[in-house]
């Protein structure tokens, strides 16, 4: 069984930054990619950033220069470094694993973490 566990979720004032990480726990042997997704209140669940396993990461134009995704492979660990906050920022953080294989022929699957609340005010 795989495991995704976010923390890093807080309130913070307007402009200012916070961490986000997403440890993959469990019998893993490969993920391919990892991603942070969002979810304001009464909004859809949207992506925010992306990024495979040695490819280039993706972003929401919204957090585009603002925000930065990366990965410790060796960890299965995903962060998602976000600054300059604006209050528009503020949503339950999601981390999401894609193509998690626990043996190296085995079917991929996605695994999705339990959730972590950003709070920006103005």
Same mark, same amino acid.
């Given at each position: ?12 004032q ?8 997403? $440890? $993959?726990?469990g019998?893993?042997?490969s993920? =391919?990619?990892? #991603?942070?997704?969002?979810?304001a209140? /009464? %909004?859809?669940?949207?992506?925010? +950033? $992306?990024?495979t #396993?040695?490819?280039s990461?993706?972003y +929401? *134009?919204?957090? %585009? /220069?603002?925000f930065?995704?990366? #990965?410790?492979? +060796?960890?299965? !660990?995903v ?8 209050p528009?920022d !503020? +949503?339950?953080?999601?981390?999401? $694993? ?7 022929? /085995? =079917?991929?699957? *996605?695994?999705?973490g339990? /959730? !972590?609340?950003?709070t920006?005010?103005?």
């Amino acid at each position: 069984q795989v495991q995704l566990v976010e923390s890093g979720g807080g309130l913070v004032q307007f402009g200012g930054s916070l961490r986000l990480a997403c $440890a $993959a726990s469990g019998s893993i042997f490969s993920i =391919n990619g990892m #991603r942070w997704y969002r979810q304001a209140p /009464g %909004k859809q669940r949207e992506l925010v +950033a $992306a990024l495979t #396993r040695g490819g280039s990461p993706n972003y +929401a *134009d919204s957090v %585009k /220069g603002r925000f930065t995704i990366s #990965r410790d492979n +060796a960890k299965n !660990t995903v962060y998602l470094q976000m600054n300059s906050l604006k209050p528009e920022d !503020t +949503a339950v953080y999601y981390c999401n $694993a894609v193509n998690v294989r626990t043996t190296r022929w /085995g =079917n991929g699957h *996605d695994y999705w973490g339990q /959730g !972590t609340q950003v709070t920006v005010s103005s």
